[in-house]
């Protein structure tokens, strides 16, 4: 195997590790749910839509309110605990897209979506899991005001991590969807693809929904051999990583290349090719001759494909 690159320290993967205690025996506790809403200690995320608002600070952001000043920001639609942070609560609190919108025009605070946020390092890198988590549970709370079973209103309870049907007595809960993401690999190559939605230098790794009845080693499988028309034998799981766009969780894997001719489903793909080792490493750093990218670090893809060259897993 050739040398591994010297590609610096390791960055850390977004929306994960979260310092946050999600307290779930506390959430059936309405007496101290309410009593950690009126905690001077407590804090709140305040998401309108896609849109996270920030606080400016001179130069810097703060993500984190008071509940009293996120209040004022206007109505919320839903209330939902987080957790704990050091003994003092954390909470997510809704409004709507218009109010978030109109907040834009304020000049002490930033309306952006979380994406920005974690590629351009706005916020302290603490801050990702507790927003990602708010915004995927707050998400779920506007697309499920009714019930599925019959079309009645629901109502939430448990901190907004259920909502039931007063009229069929159906319990709802936050739902997160697996998606599995993936590297294919034959000896010193491995196969990129390009999506239509990515900015024009960058390629990553392929990756689609696992199916109901799927096992997380089938769908890596089955959706190489859709993409890029590539038969994998033996798959290595890597990492995973909650995915709020708006719930997904990230399933990273390596994929042993079985076969070696590519043939790209344009449904899905704009292209697909093999990459070897020399040319993965010039675009980690910034260096393609063709100025070709991977996804940045705050992606789970970044991490897939450097693993991969540094030969920590995957390598077959």
Known sequence: MPPRPDLGPKPRLGYTQSPIERGAERRTDSAWLAAAAADTRALCYVIGGEQIILKKNGSTFDAAFSLANARA???????VFLGLLAEAPRFGIGIEPSTAEALKSRSDLLVIDLRSIAVQGLVGADHLPPLAEAKALL???????????????????????????????????????????????????????RSGRFVST?????????????????????????????????????????????????????????????????????????????????MLLRRHPDGLTTPPPVAIAHHI????????????
Request: proline share 5%; with cysteine.
């Open 202 to 282: 960058m390629w990553s790794c392929l990756a689609g929904f696992v199916e109901p009845g799927e096992a997380i080693e089938d769908a890596v499988r089955r959706e190489i051999r859709e993409e890029v028309g590539i038969s994998c034998g033996r798959v290595d799981y890597f990492a995973s990583q909650p995915w709020p766009f708006p719930s997904s969780l990230m399933i990273g894997c390596h994929a042993q290349a079985l076969s070696h001719d590519i043939v790209v489903d344009r449904e899905e793909l704009e292209g697909a090719r093999w990459f070897d080792r020399e040319e993965i490493a010039a």
């Open 305 to 316: 494909i450097r693993s991969w060259l540094e030969g920590e897993r995957g390598t077959f």
């Open 139 to 193: 998400h779920w709370h506007a697309k499920h005001r009714f019930c599925s079973n019959c079309g009645a209103a629901t109502q939430v309870l448990q901190g907004g991590w259920k909502r039931d049907c007063t009229a069929c007595k159906v319990e709802h809960f936050p739902r997160t969807d697996p998606v599995v993401i993936m590297l294919a690999v034959d000896g010193d190559r491995c196969v990129l693809g």
């Open 73 to 79: 920001l206007g109505p919320a639609t839903e209330t």
